[in-house]
């Protein structure tokens, strides 16, 4: 791969066909946060490590959250002290590491007259939440009496207003985190390639020894061979289990988590607000993201299978009830919501008889008797840890079968991800080529890239054609399409437009309009003939379709939604 991008087309064909050829010490089923923090480790460590993902890296519930790094304010109800704690080492970790996408976020709280969370209990969950934090946090918590908390959100209801709690979290692009990990994995040596499946597991002496893998896109099959094999799938995670063992007891319970998009000036936001629904008092969002803002989230739970998650007229409802009881000025209607989407949460069985709500976010780490390593639970802020305590099971493994010595962890808290090497990234918009761009496309390249924004001004100074914008009035230009194939690998159109760009989210045709020009791009770099072109063009158009079934749920989707 000598003199390759090390995150690209070309390099997954050779990962592919160096897993076959040699044997791993450590193969990583899945390709999301979880998976992608397990590979980073394990190739610190040295080990010679390889990871697929049956579909896009980050293409499920990764790339599905309230893209929040944070300390969990909710789990103090539940007395989750260590995972709060955890939790809030972790948001100061990534704040260090890839300050690119994870920045602090200002919240306010507010509390109303009869609300399900009474004012005492909400000045005690902030000290502690300080505390916990080890008055480490951004800024420390402040209380606003109504007048103040009204000036801060000029939007909100000041019938029975009582007044508000001020803290800080972090939010995160969590489809960026997931590529910047794996490109991170990817460049201390990991194996990693999207779109192969595991269809079964290689066995010797009832152990699994490796697995059959399937590249989706060519149709072809590979072996290979593995010391170690870890199922990280989350909300796939009993598939896999079944793979291992067509009788074992379900691990999972899956809860659908879903969030609507509207344009920010509707609700006047100008911070990210937290409230307790007043429909059932569940704790929710009103989150800021550039001149949109999103609305989150719901916790249901539904059989349905994770490719099928979306968010149903039912969701839409519910948010934007919630949403216009605290902001009623918003008057907000289905017909306002721009873009919307859904996860499941691979929430843990063995709580099945707790409200998904209140069911922990601890993970958990289980081995079968063939030696399948799985993964359940967790969350996005502390997937760091995930990945440490698996690679613990697994260095512990290697030895025990070959006597090799433990290696030492890495300091993953301390190595940048890639794009995150400066913590001034400021220093970056002051560059000459930065100064020839318009500033909201300075200002995108530097927050989605960091330090890599330098790879696409490269890009542009030799065609200054991949400068211009993708779509009208947007901060998105061309160059970042190439980008995305050559040094993200993004293999489908789907790839770039959702999860790379997320013009599907933030451009009010969701990237329909130009879905045939960036086809068109694609098809040169990846070699597409005109059949693929058209396939591609379609069926991201049927991801656009799927996202808007929520119309035709609600009846009366031009008026208001009290």
């Not at 969350?379 to 512990?396: E, I, P, S």
């Not at 433990?406 to 808290?413: G, V």
């Not at 496309?441 to 065609?463: C, P, Q, W």
Request: glycine share 8%; proline share 6%; no cysteine.
């Amino acid at each position: 791969m000598a003199g390759e991008a090390p995150f690209s087309h070309r390099t997954r064909a050779a990962a592919l066909e160096s897993m076959q050829s040699q044997p791993v010490d450590l193969l990583v089923i899945g390709g999301g946060i979880t998976g992608g923090g397990i590979a980073r480790d394990s190739a610190l460590r040295g080990f010679r490590t390889a990871l697929v993902d049956a579909g896009d890296f980050g293409g499920g519930t990764s790339s599905r959250s309230s893209r929040l790094i944070h300390g969990g304010l909710r789990y103090l109800e539940h007395f989750e002290f260590g995972l709060v704690l955890e939790a809030s080492r972790e948001r100061r970790v990534l704040l260090s590491i890839a300050p690119h996408l994870v920045r602090p976020l200002r919240f306010l709280f507010p509390l109303f007259r009869g609300g399900r969370v009474p004012p005492w209990k909400l000045r005690a969950g902030m000290w502690l939440y300080d505390v916990l934090a080890r008055f480490r946090n951004t800024h420390l918590h402040r209380w606003l009496p109504p007048r103040k908390a009204l000036e801060a959100e000029p939007g909100l209801r000041d019938r029975d207003l009582l007044g508000a709690a001020v803290y800080w979290d972090a939010q995160t692009d969590d489809a960026r985190l997931v590529v910047a990990t794996l490109r991170g994995a990817a460049q201390a040596g990991a194996l990693t390639a999207n779109y192969t499946s595991v269809t079964s597991f290689v066995r010797a002496e009832g152990r699994i020894v490796g697995a059959v893998l399937r590249d989706s896109l060519s149709g072809e099959e590979r072996i290979v061979r593995a010391l170690s094999v870890v199922n990280a799938t989350g909300p796939w995670v009993d598939r896999v289990r079944r793979l291992d063992d067509p009788n074992v007891a379900p691990m999972m319970r899956l809860s659908k988590g879903a969030h609507a998009i509207v344009r920010r000036d509707r609700l006047g936001l100008r911070d990210a607000v937290t409230l307790a629904s007043p429909i059932d008092g569940r704790v929710m969002f009103l989150l800021p993201w550039n001149d949109l803002a999103y609305i989150g989230t719901t916790e249901t739970e539904e059989d349905v299978t994770p490719e099928a998650a979306r968010a149903t007229g039912d969701d839409v409802t519910y948010l934007l009830r919630s949403a216009n009881a605290v902001f009623p000025r918003a008057r907000l209607a289905p017909t306002d919501v721009l873009a919307t989407w859904a996860g499941l949460r691979p929430l843990l069985a063995a709580d099945k008889d707790v409200p998904a709500g209140k069911v922990s976010r601890e993970h958990r780490i289980i081995e079968s008797p063939s030696g399948l390593i799985t993964i359940a639970g967790g969350k996005l802020t502390t997937f760091q840890v995930m990945g440490r305590d698996v690679v613990d099971l697994v260095a512990h493994r290697l030895r025990q079968q070959d006597g090799r010595p433990l290696p030492r962890r890495p300091a993953t808290e301390a190595l940048p991800l890639p794009g995150g090497e400066i913590a001034a990234l400021d220093v970056m918009m002051q560059s000459a080529r930065m100064k020839e761009l318009p500033p909201t496309t300075a200002r995108h390249l530097v927050d989605s890239y960091g330090t890599e924004s330098a790879a696409i001004l490269n890009l542009v100074a030799k065609n200054k054609v991949l400068g211009g914008p993708l779509v009208a009035g947007r901060p998105e230009i061309r160059a970042e399409v190439v980008y995305a194939v050559d040094r993200e690998m993004a293999l489908r159109l789907t790839d770039v437009l959702i999860r790379r760009l997320h013009l599907f989210y933030e451009d009010p045709q969701h990237g329909a309009g130009v879905a045939a020009n960036v086809a068109r791009k694609m098809a040169e770099l990846l070699g597409w003939d005109s059949t693929r072109e058209d396939d591609e063009i379609g069926e991201y158009l049927e991801e656009v379709r799927k996202s808007r079934e929520f119309l035709r749920e609600v009846g009366r989707a031009s008026q208001v939604v009290r």
